[in-house]
């Protein structure tokens, strides 16, 4: 015959075997060397200065940055946004290329008109790893044009946002 106290002993084993089992299953997601996709333990920012060589800003250039999360890459620059969305991984040579959209505006007659166009982002992290200090990106068209000309962007950088996509142009 089954008395109380062994109930409890048997209910509370069970309670401790189902915390063991979903701390094994939590363990098998991302960044954990398990299962999961990407590889991005956390998100990193990474940002720089302005520049003005295949950037449509020329004197008065703002700040960029780029954000890695572990299925979203974003860059942002004055008048422009490429963004990468789904799982990603580096290479040996901490090389990773991005098949995603660059937005880019242009301010036509006091008005913002927005163009979306397919781009190929390529990061080259310095240390090959997602959580380097460095990190050089360029965007291309797909006939391999650059778009965003090579960029080193530093990790925890904050680049300001432009007042207005206009400014610099």
Known sequence: MTTLPDLARRALGACALSALLLLALSACGPGTGGTGTGPVTGVFGYGG????????????????????????????APCQR??????????EQGVVVLEGTLETTDVVNGQ?????????MRL???????????????????TGANLVAPVTLQQGS????PASCGKGL
């Open 49 to 76: 200065p302005g520049f003005s060589v295949g950037a449509p800003c020329v004197a008065d250039c703002q700040g960029v940055s780029l954000v890695l999360e572990n299925d979203r890459v974003e860059f942002t």
């Open 82 to 91: 490429f963004v990468y969305l789904g799982p990603w991984e580096l290479d």
């Open 112 to 120: 913002p008109q927005t163009t979306r166009s397919p781009a190929f």
């Open 124 to 142: 080259q992290f310095n240390d090959a790893a997602d959580d380097s200090r460095e990190v050089a990106l360029t965007v291309r068209d797909a």
């Open 158 to 161: 904050r680049a300001h946002a």
